[in-house]
């Protein structure tokens, strides 16, 4: 196993809380609950895609597959652009018109996600088994 890999799924996971934390207390009486929500979508798939690092280096401790590690940098690419956008355009009201801008990336993101999850299954159904 990567420790890499691992610390970086764990810094995701520790980010996402505290932002998590963050979001539920400043922005919702900030910015209004529309704000909090889109904030709150960041942080959820920040969540779900530190723990999907976590699991698919785990799982290339068995399975032999460059497709796994490149699911990997899809994830973290899919954080950066889709979470990473969604906690810009919570600010959006706060940021201006030049904020606009940022709204095209988190489908982008979002395409990350989709990609590395379809590499994640590819390389479950082609790995081979590592021998120890």
Known sequence: MNKIYLSIGGLLLLLAVITGAFGAHLIENQ???KAAGIFDTGVKYQ?????GIIL??????????RLLRFAIYSFFMGIICFSGS????AFKDMMGPAIQ????IT?????????????????????????N
């Open 31 to 33: 910015l209004g609950p």
């Open 47 to 51: 969540f779900y895609h530190g723990l």
């Open 56 to 65: 698919v280096e785990v799982i290339r401790k068995d399975l032999q597959s």
């Open 86 to 89: 969604l906690y810009v355009l």
């Open 101 to 104: 801008y940022v709204g095209p």
């Open 107 to 131: 489908p982008i993101g979002g395409l990350f996600f989709v990609i590395g999850w379809t590499l994640f299954i590819a390389g479950v159904l082609r790995a081979k088994r590592k021998i």
